[in-house]
């Protein structure tokens, strides 16, 4: 799979205390095609710095654009000496457009269930 160079930015968020409001963008990135073609269920992975770090037991999420959750796993946690997550490792499974572009943020949330057409069946033992 070759998609774009994927640009990785992270908005500064200030504040007058060190709490992270719910729901606060820690980190954004885009990726976009330029080869012309569909990618369907690609898993993708990303090393974000967050910005600003936040308490190892906050919940992470990923958002789209647009405000829907996006099908993420976050795999990896890096604290500072204070206990902070200062970096995180994810997977994301997404699909894209021929030419299209899409836009993540991972924000300090719950995780918002999403549909999946898996299902499990048991059938006769075997």
């Known amino acids: 799979m070759i998609l774009t160079a994927l640009t990785t930015s992270a908005f500064v968020l ?7 409001t719910p729901g606060a963008r820690l980190a954004e990135w885009e990726v976009h095609d330029s080869l012309g ?12 710095e967050l910005k600003p770090p936040i ?5 992470l999420a990923v958002k789209t654009d ?19 997550v200062t970096r995180v490792r994810l997977a994301l499974l997404t699909d894209l ?5 899409r836009r993540f ?3 300090a949330a719950n995780p918002t269930e999403v549909a999946s057409d898996l299902s499990v069946a048991q059938e006769a033992d075997r």
């Open 37 to 48: 073609r569909p990618w369907t269920e690609e898993l993708l992975y990303y090393d974000l």
């Open 14 to 20: 200030f504040s007058l205390t060190s709490a992270v």
């Open 97 to 101: 457009e021929p030419f299209g572009q």
């Open 66 to 84: 647009n405000g829907k959750p996006a099908l993420a796993q976050v795999l990896t946690r890096q604290t500072s000496a204070t206990g902070m």
């Open 55 to 59: 308490d190892a037991a906050k919940p």
């Open 105 to 107: 943020h991972l924000v």
